[in-house]
């Protein structure tokens, strides 16, 4: 089995797209001794999480419209008069008298997977790398509850999180606020306690905060860090000399993003209308179809306005066929890939994809294995053929986790590539896609420009693997993924509550 060796690794933490954001955290001191805190809503992700839950009580029936907007609107006054978050966030745990804690539990989970998981800045998440890197305490220091804010706490690998907390007294809601409330001069306490307890100085700390009300805490840190700043903040931090940051990759579209995104679908389709008429003219369908992934590929990538960095991409090319293994970050995979393989190659798809009377087609002339994931017999029926494929001299691309990921962090592996590749007796070579997310995060519409970072790691040779020992080469080529991506030390399942 391969092993992967730093040198020849991209490394997420050395993200120079991000060097200007992070070289300050770069060349800080190592140790757990420099906090960073972070607030949630407009520090870490766009918007505010808040209404991404009235919005699924909402469409679920629990919340009726009238009252989400009332509730919705009463929390956002805090901004105008900061002594009333404390009362309207009592108000609001009394609604949740008698509720399961359970179903505000998975509510945040669903949530974070349809909408919030797409909104987290990747600035923000660079930042949180960067500090994650220098061995510094991370917290998120939030007036939100809970339910938003673990969730993104997990997926970007923060231990520490302090927030707002509803009582729970044998898994259901008192409808009472669990004391202090963290918000404004309540943060700052908060802060002070956290740093006392690890013999950590406010002085020697970092806070990065959108609103006004987090001022006296801005003030209290060494680095006090305004992101995205409202209006009125963003007058203190001139005034001070605060370094100011705004980030425009998530949020509402420009022109150009919306622009730039009907180009990139229509360059899809421009391409493949090239397939018919090299067909006829060459008699290859196989020739017309390598033209058509190659021009997208290409076309596609300059449109969308992404570069790719790959490290090993020689290892493309060293021997075909092969099973092509990429983790699935980003619906914008499909154009890396076909960047990145460019000619005698198919994929494996979702059966939806099948049905789509625009897109389906392109795709069954291209040879695409349809699967369907909620049958598990169907699937690995579907996927027998692809051994011939693989025999017959075309390579396969497919992704291991079986669907999209919700954010950056790789997901379980399924075992069907690794039989295919075993049974053709062909190499499986891992593609790490690093952060697609930048470009089109799950769940989101319009493309973005970024540069793309992408390593291609050295062919696996599968002749000796066997039905008896797949489940160990499975973990350990997930193992290779993992590392490439610096996620091998990740304490996401080690969240802690900081009371």
Known sequence: MYTLQPATVYKPDSMDIYDNITQEIDDSPRG???????????????????????????????????????????LLSHGLNGSEYPRILAEAAETLEDVSEQE????GESVFEKYVAG??????????????????????????TTYQVAPVAKEL?????LCNE??????????EIRQPVYYAEGKLDAAKKFCARRNAQLSNSYFYSDGIEDVTLLDAVGFPRPLNPDQTLEVVARRRNWPVRRFTSR????????VRTGLVYGAFFSAALQIIPTWILNQSRRDAVNLAVT????????LAGIKTRIRGEQHLWEQRPAVFLFNHQSAIDVLIIAKLLRRDFTAIAKQEIATNPLVGPVFRVADTVFI?????????????PVVKTLQDGLSVAIAPEGTRSVGDRLGPFKKGPFHIAMQAGVPIIPIVIHNATDVLPKGGFFVRPSTVHVDVLPPLKTDTWSAETVEQHVAEVRQLFLQALGQTSSSAARLKRVK
């Open 372 to 384: 369907d994931r909620r049958n598990q017999t169907k699937a690995i029926e579907a996927l027998k």
């Open 295 to 302: 021009t997208w590929g290409e076309f596609g990538s300059a």
């Open 166 to 175: 509803f009582e729970v007294e044998d898994g259901v809601f008192t409808g």
């Open 104 to 107: 505000f539990i998975a509510l």
């Open 32 to 74: 757990p001794g420099t906090v960073a805190f972070f607030d949630l809503d407009g520090t870490l992700i766009f918007g505010f999480s808040i209404l991404s839950i009235f919005r699924e009580r909402v469409t679920s029936g629990e919340l009726a419209p009238y009252d989400a907007f009332q509730q919705f609107f009463s």
């Open 157 to 161: 690998g923060i231990d520490h999180v």
């Open 251 to 258: 949020g509402i579209p420009g022109i150009k993003e919306v």
């Open 119 to 144: 909104s987290i800045y990747p600035e923000s998440r660079a930042l949180v790398r960067a500090h994650l890197k220098r061995g510094h305490t991370v917290v998120v220091l939030s007036s939100a």
